[in-house]
């Protein structure tokens, strides 16, 4: 399977569709069926308590996901997560990089299925997985 879109265009449609998060995630491999993106922890990703807060562990994954899907279909800006489980197991660590490696399981026609684990940088275990579903527009 051949990417249609690398790494340097999903950076600069990010940029241009969603400026919000431009800066926040770096592409750091990039596969056809796997992705693998950085995330700087800053104070705003923490809860009380000094840990990573689970909406931005979760916009992580779903960034993560949002980009191995357009990687293979292309610049579909309407392409949308469906559905979305995440398990928080461990507690990442604060003011890490937080990783995440994504695998695509499934592209369809209508949608795809990411598998997804997070990580803090420098540790073994995960520190969340999800699971994703994406909804992809009619061309």
Do not use: W
Request: glycine content about 6%; hydrophobic content about 50%.
């Amino acid at each position: 399977m051949t990417l249609k879109m690398d790494a340097i265009a999903l950076h600069g449609f990010l940029d241009k569709e969603f400026a919000q998060v431009r800066g926040d995630f770096i592409i750091a491999d990039l596969a056809p069926d796997r992705i693998s993106v950085q995330m700087q922890v800053a104070d705003r990703h923490l809860r009380p308590g000094g840990t990573v807060s689970g909406p931005a562990m979760f916009a992580l994954a779903d960034v993560t996901a949002y980009l191995i899907v357009l990687a293979n279909i292309g610049p579909k800006a309407l392409a949308v997560t469906t559905n979305c489980s995440i398990d928080f197991m461990r507690k990442p660590a604060a003011g890490q990089m937080l990783v995440c490696e994504a695998r695509l399981l499934k592209l369809g026609r209508a949608l795809a299925v990411v598998d997804a684990l997070i990580y803090s940088a420098g540790q073994a275990a995960p520190v969340a997985r999800a699971s994703l579903t994406y909804a992809i527009p009619p061309t």
